[in-house]
């Protein structure tokens, strides 16, 4: 195909995208049946929206009444304090104790909203939203992956199951138009799990500004997580190793012994603040608390997470096995209550706070927005015809051989360890452990590829 041919293709392509989203499921929408799954809604459908595979119970047992009615209790104060917002009266320390008791979830958007001061972004950049849609609508080159990644963001939930619902037509429309303001970022697929959670308590417009906020503001920067070669999360992984390094130093060296570098666990705590990790109950209350104090929270409740399942991960001896258990068991049953776990993770503050590890180091320059926002530069033929490039941007290699390095001299510093201990074993007459058992361990090796795909990444 010539270039124009390739150029009309893509045109073409864009314009049947949009449209599907913007006639949902009428117009006679085309949808497979995959994309449509059957299920029982009365039956498997959680106070949160969530779908399950069992039936819930019929029920709701004493404990769980005890706390909805505590939720009760709890959301009167809120409503009252709600009313004096930004008064003396509503003091620094209220608000935090009321935050980390949880904020009932009938409130949340309202709070949510308060918290990220979306309403001064909305109303200082009024038309700003419906300019960058009608851009993305004509220029976008990001919307074939996001419409791949909307099909599967949250597709257990109810608003998000049914193909060009609702809900997935507005997070189509968010991620689109956040990736025309954004220039600099783009999209990056860890950014739909992101925008998703915020719709479920956000209108369309609302929570496009609460995204920017989150990217933007110096108190969660999250900019940096998604820019190319991630620079805030190679930053955030060396201080999330210093934390271990002092407070966990067994389950470190447990992990360097196995192979686990960081990022093959612990990437969708980092860039989606423990969506789909944890419990969606309790990844709740990690964002009330994320909204309120802000990126400090994101290392303490990893921190929080591994000192809380320490003795269950050292049971574990390959790599696969605690990737499994940090990912899917504790996503599935965290197997502790949600209180108790708030309970540690202030604990957890507080230990860190003394060690002077609660705050990382200082942002590095690459990590702060550099291009000023909603300015349109027309893209390229490559990318509007969706030509990839097949080399690594200087960044991304960096960025593939600082973890290649770190997962191997972590690992080889626990293999001499081993040896050293097996042989000071053997010379006091103990039995010992024959050094070739540790000679299988696997060294992690991740590729960050050029299109900013976290999900190749085991995110």
């Keep these: 195909m010539n270039e124009e ?11 049947k995208l949009f449209k599907r989203y913007e006639q949902g499921r009428d117009g006679g929408a085309e949808i497979d049946p995959w994309e449509d799954p059957g299920f029982e809604v009365y039956h498997t459908t959680d106070r949160y929206g969530f779908i399950h595979d069992q039936r819930l119970p019929t029920k709701i047992d004493i404990h769980e009444a005890k706390k909805l009615q505590i939720e009760v209790e709890r959301q009167k104060k809120w409503i009252k304090m709600l009313k004096n917002w930004g008064s003396p009266g509503v003091s620094p320390e209220k608000l935090h104790s009321r935050v ?14 308060k918290l990220l001061n979306v309403e001064e972004s909305k109303n200082s950049n009024a038309g700003i939203y419906t300019n960058m849609y009608q851009l993305a609508r004509q220029y976008s080159t990001d919307a074939r992956q996001i419409d791949s990644d909307v099909n599967r963001q949250f597709r257990e939930h109810l608003h998000y199951r049914e193909r060009y619902s609702i809900k997935q037509q507005q997070l189509f429309n968010v991620l689109t ?11 990056c697929q860890g950014m739909s799990g992101l925008a998703g959670v915020l719709l479920m308590y956000m209108n369309e417009e ?21 820019k190319e070669g991630f620079p805030k999360l190679t930053r955030f992984l060396a201080h999330h190793d210093k934390i271990l390094t002092k407070f966990l130093p067994k389950l470190k060296k447990h992990f360097d012994k196995n192979g686990l570098d960081a990022m093959l666990y612990s990437l969708k705590w980092f860039f989606i603040c423990f969506v789909e990790r944890v419990p969606f109950n309790l990844c709740l209350r990690v964002w009330d608390i994320y909204l309120l104090d802000g990126e400090r929270i994101i290392t303490a409740m990893a921190y929080t997470i591994l000192k809380l399942h320490k003795r269950n991960l050292l049971r574990l001896n390959d790599m696969d096995a605690i990737v499994n258990f940090i990912q899917v068991k504790l996503h599935k049953d965290f197997l502790i209550e949600d209180d108790i776990v708030i309970q540690n993770l202030e604990k957890s503050i507080e230990e860190l706070k003394r060690a002077k590890l609660y705050t990382p180091s200082p942002p590095q320059k690459d990590e702060i927005p550099s291009r000023p926002f909603g300015v349109f530069k027309k893209p390229t033929l490559d990318k509007i015809v969706g030509i990839r490039t097949d080399k690594f941007s200087e960044k991304e290699r960096q960025t593939n051989q600082l973890v290649v390095l770190t997962s191997d001299i972590a690992r080889d510093n626990a293999e001499k360890d081993e040896t050293y201990e097996c042989q000071t074993n053997d010379s006091v007459g103990h039995t010992g452990t024959d050094i070739s058992d540790f000679s299988s361990v696997t060294s992690s090796r991740v590729s960050l590829s050029s299109n900013c795909s976290v999900e190749d990444t085991r995110l």
């Design 100 to 113: 980390y008791k949880g904020i009932p979830d009938s409130l949340r958007s309202i709070v949510w909203c």
């Design 5 to 15: 041919e390739l150029l009309q293709r893509a045109v073409e392509e864009r314009e």
């Design 177 to 187: 138009s956040y990736a025309m303001y954004n220039s600099e970022v783009g999209y």
């Design 206 to 226: 609302d929570a496009f500004w609460a995204l920017h906020i989150l990217l933007t503001d110096p108190k969660y920067a999250m900019h940096g997580y998604y």
